[in-house]
């Protein structure tokens, strides 16, 4: 078509629609008949533009205005009541043109949905503490043209199981299993006594629970509150403390029908205090450490010469500790023992109970990452998995039930591979008087001595 007619059809056009529809037609139709050659800038890339009635007008048409749809739906999604992972997020992507989001909720089918205050954007992060399990959302998209409603999702809020020895043997094929709680003083405050009662409920007939007999976290000569009484003490020259709630515990448990364990948590030593005058451990040895242990296990009674619980060295590390003398300050951190001092340990404690006519089911506890753990090619803790069975430590999210995956266990997969385990530190039960506890299961052979 000839400029000259192109001019005269926009300028008829002009006079029937709006103005800047006919300046877009008049660009676009001028650029399409053009034969001329581009301007230098035309060339560069530029948009042409032309003069119409005074007015400059890029060739290029107004951006389309979309079809509002959702292009990618929201998924349902599981989380725990505690742990870890209590939040879901719910996502949505659409198309469109001036989108607006409106999540809404309904407690399940057939109920009217309701508006989520303040969810307004493509995702919404639904948390445990808010909706309860089964609640249903879907998001309202909006747009320029017309609205689009996402498919309906649900949340599911897992709550701590009451039978994780039974959910265990289901999700991994094992049979035997049993479980239970460790404790120590720290459920014996008085402000939330643990009820015994309860626990043995819960862990049911052939139930167990392992209790702290003694620790050496603390160093010499350091004042503490006692968490039985509130009261402060002072520690004397060694660096231990035999749990105050050991002995109630063991009475109460074993009053209820409850096997038990018995764990020694490491402490200061003179290997690793490295201070001239010994400010923090006084001396003390892994074999001061085990004499200890074994003193206050057969001083109390419930551990006979019949007994096959678990004694279990617990390796971990403390905190740490300020001392100061002849003006200067010294600051050390209780390290986690290693395995030399472990099996120092552990051969002490066999050595004194068999000498004397008891038996020596020993253990040690630490997570599954320690147990893991190699050094330049092979297990830090080889020389050990032949002494002691593993109580391992292997939470996943932390959320009171069995995790997805069974704990690693380095070397000790060629021995007992996990002996009990220490699944949750979430574990929650009706009537138990405290709050999270540690929850275990043990395997069917773990009271039973190698």
């Keep these: 078509m000839p400029r000259t007619k192109a001019r005269e059809l926009v300028t008829h056009l002009v006079k029937r629609i709006p103005k800047a529809v006919a300046v877009a037609l008049f660009g676009s139709v001028m650029a399409a008949c053009t034969l001329s050659t581009p301007s230098p800038s035309q060339a560069a890339g530029a948009p042409a533009a032309h003069a119409v009635g005074g007015v400059l007008a890029a060739t290029a048409l107004p951006a389309a205005v979309v079809q509002t749809s959702i292009t990618s739906e929201p998924s349902s999604a599981k989380v725990g009541k505690y742990g870890t992972t209590t939040v879901a997020t719910f996502a949505v992507k659409a198309a469109g043109t001036s989108l607006a989001y409106k999540w809404q909720h309904r407690a399940g089918s057939g109920s009217a949905w309701k508006s989520v205050s303040g969810a307004t954007s493509r995702t919404y992060k639904a948390r ?24 309906t999702v649900t949340l599911t809020v897992l709550k701590p199981t009451k039978t994780p020895a039974k959910d265990a043997e289901k999700a991994f094929g094992l049979t035997g299993l049993t479980q239970g709680v460790d404790l120590s003083a720290y459920q014996y405050t008085p402000s939330a006594k643990i009820d015994i009662k309860a626990v043995a409920e819960w862990a049911g007939d052939d139930g167990f629970t392992l209790l702290r007999l003694g620790s050496g ?14 009261k402060t003490k002072k520690m004397g020259a060694k660096p231990v403390t035999q749990d105050c709630a050991y002995a109630r515990l063991a009475d109460k448990a074993t009053a209820a ?4 364990g018995h764990y020694w948590f490491n402490g200061w030593i003179d290997s690793i205090d490295t201070t001239k005058k010994q400010l923090f451990a006084g001396g003390y040895t892994t074999e001061d450490s085990a004499k200890q242990f074994v003193a206050w296990l057969k001083a109390d009674g419930h551990y006979t010469k019949a007994s096959t619980d678990p004694l279990v060295l617990d390796i971990e590390a403390g905190h740490a500790w300020t001392r100061t003398y002849n003006g200067k300050t010294y600051t050390k951190k209780l390290r986690a023992w290693n ?5 120092a340990f552990l051969t002490a404690v066999r050595t ?21 753990k190699m050094v330049d090619g092979a297990y830090y803790w080889q020389d050990v998995a032949p002494l002691a069975r593993l109580w391992v430590a292997s939470w996943g999210t932390d959320n009171g039930r069995i995790p997805a995956a069974q704990p690693k266990v380095g070397p000790w997969a060629d021995y007992d591979g996990w002996s009990i385990w220490q699944y949750t530190s ?10 999270a506890l540690d929850g275990d299961i043990a395997a069917s052979g773990a009271w039973t001595v190698r």
């Design 257 to 260: 029908g409850l096997s038990l």
């Design 339 to 343: 395995p030399e001092e472990a099996a």
């Design 352 to 372: 004194l109970l068999t000498d004397a006519g008891y038996h020596a089911n020993l253990y040690v506890y630490m997570s599954a990452n320690a147990a893991s």
């Design 217 to 230: 976290a603390r160093p010499i000569a350091q004042s503490y509150v006692d968490a039985c009484t509130n």
């Design 128 to 151: 445990a503490s808010v909706w309860a399990s089964g609640t249903q959302f879907r998001v309202v998209v909006t747009g320029k043209l017309g609205k689009d409603v996402s498919k």
């Design 426 to 435: 979430n574990a929650r039960f009706s009537g138990s008087g405290v709050g």
